[in-house]
């Protein structure tokens, strides 16, 4: 099949799904085919020549929507590339849509886009997880194999293992911030989805690097990912802390996750004991300074420079207050006003400089856990896939979806999400595996020998031809 063939079926598929799954906000067909024409030129030493894409809504592409799944952006169009994005371009790769989200990446459901919910393609009735439930879809029905998520407490590996695929947040600064909406500063990432470790090296070992619009961005060597996606790992110590295994966590994962424990032991890894005392205040640290940093990045949105403006107002504070009022969804909102609160004069010191201490503890626990091993296993989510407005009436109960993740985004570490099994129901369940910085490698490496010696065989209900 031609690149042009292959991209026209690709996006035929994005289209005839979407009726059911919604899990792009735009399908870029004219653009995907015209691109195809060109990339059929490029020296085939391109790394991702002809590889479809799909790409968050909160990553900005040139020309096309970055709505951010939020009213507020609805019609706004980014004048340039973030640089993920003018990566994956200039290795051939071809972007087809934009994936739908939680309004500004906030949520675990999806639920909260602005633009409807995502359905999940192995129970429709199902949520994929959030926030970046579209990107996971996306590869999940079979449309594209990889695309492109972020990451702020969870939203590439928690909807990864709903979806029953892998899903990898890279070490902070491994991937430039740059054209990705700030949500929360110090805990954004740029993470992938892909049908296999391989094509998530792949795409990593193409946008992962120094950038100079990012400072945050790190000057360390970007290694060939899929040289070692294949070693055998006899001897490699992956962690477990059994503490963490207790309340809350679902039966069925508890056992898969047990059972590929037991797995890892069978292809030689040393499994050892660890301990992360302060996990447990993960997502009280979480919420308290994810929200703090997005009150602070959403003041931007004010209805001067970007998107919506609200009608009918007579001076610049009232348009200011209706532009908002009527742009940001309800979690949005609740979101800017618990970070307000945190750093108010009065509680500044009780919430957003206590949390700042505890983060510094749980990142002291996960030192002292790697001189023991080279990647912790958990579960990615304590549920499978929930139904669609099970918890959308409760923000605590939606914030305990992230009780696994969270803790890898307030350290910095990289984690992964490999499907490891299915639950009662035939849904997908997800282990998690969080390493040291920089040790991606290792982690692709663990993922894509699990993957090729225990495969999830079954495929999800509503599946691209
Ligand atoms: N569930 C987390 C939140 O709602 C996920 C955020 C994210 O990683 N973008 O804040």
Not at 90 to 110: L, R
Not at 317 to 328: L, P
Not at 350 to 358: C, D, E, F, L, T
Not at 422 to 449: C, D, K, M, R, Y
Request: charged share 25%; net charge negative; glycine share 10%.
């Amino acid at each position: 099949m031609s690149i042009r063939e292959n991209i026209e079926k690709t996006i035929n598929n994005a289209e005839k799904l979407n009726g059911e799954l919604n899990s792009f906000l735009s399908i870029e067909r004219e653009y995907a085919l015209n691109r195809a024409s060109e990339v059929e030129n490029l020296s085939d030493d391109a790394s991702l020549k002809g590889f479809a894409i799909a790409i968050k809504d909160n990553i900005c592409t040139k020309d096309m929507q970055t709505t951010c799944g939020s009213h507020i952006l609805h019609n706004y169009k980014a004048h340039y590339d973030a640089t993920a994005v003018r990566r994956l371009k200039d290795a051939g790769a071809i972007i087809v849509g934009k994936a739908n989200m939680d309004e500004f990446a906030m949520g675990s459901s999806n639920e909260s886009s602005a633009f409807g919910n995502v359905k999940n393609p192995w129970d429709l009735e199902r949520v994929p997880g959030g926030s970046s439930g579209g990107s996971a879809v996306a590869v999940a029905s079979g449309v594209v194999r990889a695309s492109l998520g972020s990451e702020t407490g969870g939203s590439v590996r928690q909807p990864a293992s709903l979806c029953g695929i892998t899903g990898l947040k890279p070490t902070y600064g491994r991937i430039s911030r740059f054209g990705l909406v700030a949500f929360a500063s110090s805990l954004d990432n740029i993470g992938i989805f892909g049908q296999t470790s391989e094509d998530v090296a792949k795409v990593l070992g193409v946008i992962a690097g120094r950038d100079r619009n990012d400072s945050t961005s790190a000057d360390v060597a970007v290694p060939d990912y899929l040289a070692t996606i294949s070693d055998d790992i006899k001897g490699k110590r992956i962690g477990v802390p059994r503490a963490l295994f207790g309340e809350g966590l679902e039966t069925d994962v508890r056992e898969a996750v047990e059972n590929s424990i037991e797995n890892y032991r069978k292809l030689g890894a040393e499994i050892v004991d660890v301990e992360l005392p302060h996990a447990k205040y993960g997502i009280a640290v979480y919420y308290i300074i994810a929200t703090a940093e997005a009150s602070s990045n959403l003041a931007r949105f004010d209805g001067v420079r970007y998107g919506f403006r609200a009608e009918g107002s007579h001076e610049l504070r009232e348009m200011y207050r209706k532009t908002r009022e009527e742009g940001f969804g309800a979690e949005v909102k609740r979101r800017i006003m618990l970070g307000t609160y945190v750093l108010s004069s009065g509680y500044y010191d009780a919430y957003y400089s206590k949390a700042q201490k505890v983060r510094a503890l749980v990142k002291r626990d996960y030192q002292t856990a790697f001189e023991q091993c080279d990647a912790i296993l958990t579960p990615t989510s304590p549920s499978v896939a929930f139904k669609i407005g099970e918890k959308s009436d409760d923000p605590l109960a939606m914030y305990l979806s992230d009780i696994y993740t969270v803790s890898a985004n307030l350290v910095g570490v990289p984690g992964i999400s490999v499907p490891c099994g299915l639950s009662g129901e035939g849904l997908p369940i997800g282990l998690q595996l969080v390493g040291n910085f920089w040790s991606e490698a290792t982690l692709l490496n663990l993922g894509n020998v699990y993957e090729k010696e225990f495969p999830l065989g079954a495929k999800p209900k509503v599946f691209a031809d």
